[in-house]
T-cell receptor, first 116, second 112 residues
Framework: DAGVIQSPRHEVTEMGQEVTLRCKPI?????LFWYRQTMMRGLELLIY????????DSGMPEDRFSAKMPNASFSTLKIQPSEPRDSAVYFC??????????????FGPGTRLTVL | GQQVMQIPQYQHVQEGEDFTTYCNSS?????IQWYKQRPGGHPVFLIQ???SGEVKKQKRLTFQFGEAKKNSSLHITATQTTDVGTYFC????????????WGLGTSLAVNP
């Protein structure tokens, strides 16, 4: 299995530009999570989907952030307009439905975003 | 709100020394997960503990879940340079088993 795939791996953009991060979850996984990681705040859950439906977006910081999952194999996280404080590593993770308490999350390699 | 705290934030050890990181939750957890993130890498699942007082071992790593299910620890015996990284604990938010709240992690450095 290829694991969770994220693109781009690195993104440098200027303040005010639109940024789109992409994620392909592990095939067959029903849950998809978007996280942001910074030194100051650690790992923060932004939003998660179940069967392509957004379940909890309470971690999305502002209206500038939006996420979609048009099908089971693709999700995007968009920031428009981007600001320097959005600079962080953004991780996508997926998790299978499972039948018990185990809910291991499989993380992608992340996208390192720098907003100048 | 619900919080998960980890101590210490950083730990430097000599290769061969033991290492322990502690995780404390402000609320009772139904389970707790541990992940490891190598420098420049992504979090990788290590283990999940579910039962009160549970102890699990993975080679040199020993994981414990407290009796009250509010704290947990990870102990590494005889550290090696391959143990370098940041160790995170994470627990479910409220009754939602899918939404995790994460500690800030303990970064481990091992001097050869």
């Amino acid at each position: 299995d290829a694991g969770v795939i994220q693109s781009p791996r690195h993104e440098v953009t200027e303040m005010g530009q639109e940024v789109t991060l992409r994620c392909k979850p592990i095939s067959g996984h029903d849950y998809l999570f978007w996280y942001r990681q910074t030194m100051m705040r650690g790992l923060e859950l932004l939003i998660y989907f179940n069967n392509n439906v957004p379940i909890d977006d309470s971690g999305m910081p502002e209206d500038r952030f939006s996420a979609k999952m048009p099908n089971a194999s693709f999700s995007t996280l968009k920031i428009q307009p981007s600001e320097p404080r959005d600079s962080a590593v953004y991780f996508c993770a997926s998790s299978p439905e499972g039948g018990g308490p185990l809910n291991e999350q499989f993380f992608g390699p992340g996208t390192r975003l720098t907003v100048l | 709100g619900q919080q998960v705290m980890q101590i210490p934030q950083y730990q430097h050890v000599q290769e061969g020394e033991d290492f322990t990181t502690y995780c404390n939750s402000s609320t009772t957890l139904s389970n707790i997960q541990w992940y490891k993130q190598r420098p420049g890498g992504h979090p990788v699942f290590l283990i999940q503990l579910v039962k009160s007082g549970e102890v699990k071992k993975q080679k040199r790593l020993t994981f414990q879940f407290g009796e009250a299910k509010k704290n947990s620890s990870l102990h590494i015996t005889a550290t090696q340079t391959t143990d370098v990284g940041t160790y995170f604990c994470a627990g479910p938010v409220g009754g939602n088993n899918r939404k995790l709240i994460w500690g800030l992690g303990t970064s481990l450095a091992v001097n050869p």
